[in-house]
Every structure is written in structure tokens, then in C-alpha cells.
């Protein structure tokens, strides 16, 4: 079956511009991760939602950053007045009710900030 | 608080010869272990999962990881590596929160040598 799919791919932005990243989980499941991913480092949780709720948002750097999941599928990962320190791969992550430890990967989307 | 250190951050082995990935953890609690592979602009692939059924795991493409909880390693092995190997893994902690979120070293680039 398809997997976790994310749009775009590549984003190139102008430092002060807003950017909306979106996430397609697997079909089914409940939990949505967001995690950001620096060159060279291992990815870190921004953000989860359990079906449409905002359970955790922790991780969320500064209140320039949102994500939203209105309807318990899509997700939208949201940051305004972008600088250049948000250069860096977005990963989406989801997993099953049955198996909540388990998360599955998107592609990621590499944003870059000018 | 949970976390991972992942002991090399470069491991170079030839085609072949056997792979060793060290990682320890740190955890409070019997804690949910992970080995995921990330090849060049590709998502983040899961090969193996620990959860406290057996020590020794068994994963895809090979891999096999052992939980060791007089030593807290959770090393990833492979009799024989592939040039197919070649890509960068992480070894990652489940938080023991509500949220399941994963923490994650700071990987290990594996090049293997013809």
C-alpha cells in the first residue's frame, strides 16, 4: 500500500516568506509525527497529533511554527516569517493504533531559506 | 530523560566482512529500541524494533540487533556487508511519555569498500 507521502519535496523561500509543508499519512492511522532533521544530525520531534488533536507540541521551536490536522488525516506543517535558521529537512512520521511505537517515514521535505 | 549515543559517527568496512554499529542507551524503564536506515535521498527506513520479547532482533536486508541491559547497548550487526549497506543509521529510544515520540542519535555513516 502507499506510504507516508509529503509535498513538496524541495521548497526554496525567501527569509520573511511563509511556508505551509503538507503530510499524507498511511491510510488508517491515528498518530502523525512532525520531526526536523539539521544537516548531519539525527531528526528531532517537533510535533504530534493523536487523530485530529494536538497532543504534544513540545517540540515546536518558536510560535512562528503551527501544524494542524483538521480532520484526523492530512497534515500541515506551518511556518511564518521563515529565517534562515529553519533550513532543514521536515519529516513526517505516522503509526497505527495497534502499533503506536511504530512510525513510518516520509520522503521528507528539504526547505531552504535564502 | 530518555537517549541514545551512537559511538562512531563513520564506519568503513569492506564487502563482505562483518558490520558493527555500536549504540547505548539511557532510559529509566524498560525502553523500546529502533534501528532505522537512511540512504542517500531516501526516507528513513525502519530495520529493526525492540520491545522487550527477545533480546536478540532480527531485522531486514540482514541486520540483527542485541538488547543488553547489563551493558544498555543496543549494537546492530551484519555477518557480511553489501555494497548496498552503504547509508547512514540511527539507532533511537522511544519516550516513555504519552506521546511515543522517537529520540534519535546522531547516526553512524556506514561505507563499505569494494
Known amino acids: 500500500g502507499a506510504g507516508v507521502s509529503q509535498s513538496p519535496r524541495y521548497k526554496v523561500t525567501k527569509r520573511g516568506q511563509d511556508v505551509a509543508l503538507r503530510c499524507d499519512p498511511i491510510?488508517?492511522?491515528?498518530?502523525l509525527y512532525w520531526y526536523r532533521q539539521a544537516l548531519g544530525q539525527g531528526p528531532e520531534f517537533l510535533t504530534y497529533?493523536?487523530?485530529?488533536?494536538?497532543?504534544?507540541k513540545s517540540g515546536l521551536p518558536n510560535d512562528r511554527f503551527s501544524a494542524e490536522r483538521p480532520e484526523g488525516s492530512i497534515s500541515t506543517l506551518t511556518i511564518q516569517r521563515t529565517e534562515q535558521r529553519d533550513s532543514a529537512m521536515y519529516r513526517c512520521a505516522s503509526s497505527s493504533f495497534s502499533s503506536t511505537d511504530t512510525q513510518y517515514f516520509g520522503p521528507g521535505t528539504r526547505l531552504t531559506v535564502l | 530523560a530518555q537517549s541514545v549515543t551512537q559511538l562512531d559517527s563513520h564506519v568503513s568496512v569492506s564487502e563482505g566482512t562483518p558490520v558493527l554499529l555500536r549504540c547505548n542507551y539511557s532510559s529509566s524503564y524498560s525502553p523500546s529500541l529502533f534501528w532505522y536506515v537512511q540512504h542517500p535521498n531516501k526516507g528513513l527506513q525502519l530495520l529493526l524494533k525492540y520491545t522487550s520479547a527477545a533480546t536478540l532482533v532480527k531485522g531486514i536486508n540482514g541486520f540483527e540487533a542485541e538488547f543488553k541491559k547489563s551493558e544498555t547497548s543496543f549494537h546492530l550487526t551484519k555477518p557480511s556487508a553489501h555494497m548496498s549497506d552503504a547509508a547512514e543509521y540511527f539507532c533511537v529510544v522511544s519516550d516513555d511519555g504519552a506521546t511515543n515520540k522517537l529520540i534519535f542519535g546522531t547516526g553512524t555513516l556506514l561505507a563499505v569498500q569494494p
Open positions: 491510510s488508517g492511522h491515528v498518530s
Open positions: 497529533f493523536n487523530y485530529e488533536a494536538q497532543q504534544d
